[in-house]
């Protein structure tokens, strides 16, 4: 997939290479609108890009993502400086911003490319990952919510959306945006 390899808010690439002090990172919230101007607002995100993981079809488009056919989720791409914000904070936005119970779906969003993910670049990120899943979990229990749904797994490979659908919300301020949180802080 062909984009422009400049950020609309922050005017940094979207495409490797970046910065060698710059660090990775991957999440699926649902519509990936929100969920990539939630973390383009974090300080010490670099940049961001929204595509597709975790399914079976090659390089994708946003149509056939929706026919259901790819097994791919709708993902936000994280570079960011970790001297400035660390992966367990990038964390704490990701649990924090949306509702990680359910399953296939966020808000009115329904289908397997909505489900809740962390597809992590490491061991390192694995290991904090799954950690953040069990202290969230005993937070939501203690609230009295569901299990959590989210899947955690390496990644396998990133695709890029089509250029129209990245930074969206920014090019679109009345664009719609389905995500919200369950208001249980990290």
């Given at each position: 997939?062909?984009?422009?390899?400049?950020?609309?808010?922050t005017?940094?690439?979207?495409?490797?290479?970046f910065?060698?002090?710059?660090?990775?990172?991957?999440?699926?919230?649902?519509?990936?609108?929100?969920?990539?101007?939630?973390?383009?607002?974090?300080?010490?995100?670099?940049?961001?890009?929204?595509?597709?993981?975790?399914?079976?079809?090659?390089?994708?488009?946003y149509?056939?993502?929706?026919?259901?056919l790819?097994?791919?989720?709708?993902?936000?791409y994280?570079?960011?400086?970790?001297?400035?914000?660390s992966?367990?904070e990038?964390?704490?936005?990701?649990?924090?911003?949306?509702?990680?119970?359910?399953?296939?779906?966020?808000?009115?969003?329904?289908?397997?490319?909505?489900r809740?993910?962390?597809y992590?670049y490491?061991?390192?990120?694995?290991?904090?990952?799954?950690?953040?899943?069990?202290?969230?979990?005993?937070?939501?229990?203690?609230?009295?919510?569901?299990?959590?749904?989210?899947?955690?797994?390496p990644?396998?490979?990133f695709y890029?959306?089509?250029?129209?659908?990245?930074?969206?919300?920014?090019?679109?301020?009345?664009?719609?945006?389905?995500?919200?949180?369950?208001d249980?802080e990290f």
């Amino acid at each position: 997939m062909t984009v422009s390899n400049r950020h609309f808010v922050t005017g940094n690439a979207i495409v490797p290479p970046f910065p060698e002090t710059m660090e990775q990172a991957l999440f699926g919230m649902g519509c990936f609108w929100g969920a990539e101007r939630k973390f383009w607002q974090a300080c010490g995100v670099f940049s961001t890009a929204v595509g597709f993981t975790g399914g079976y079809t090659p390089n994708p488009s946003y149509d056939e993502l929706c026919a259901g056919l790819t097994g791919h989720n709708e993902v936000v791409y994280v570079i960011y400086d970790p001297a400035i914000v660390s992966y367990p904070e990038l964390l704490r936005l990701f649990w924090q911003s949306h509702n990680p119970t359910q399953g296939m779906a966020q808000g009115n969003d329904i289908g397997t490319q909505y489900r809740s993910g962390i597809y992590t670049y490491t061991p390192q990120q694995f290991e904090l990952a799954d950690e953040s899943k069990q202290h969230y979990q005993l937070r939501l229990t203690q609230a009295g919510l569901n299990q959590i749904t989210t899947e955690i797994m390496p990644v396998s490979k990133f695709y890029y959306a089509e250029d129209m659908h990245q930074q969206y919300l920014a090019k679109n301020p009345m664009g719609y945006c389905g995500l919200g949180g369950l208001d249980v802080e990290f």
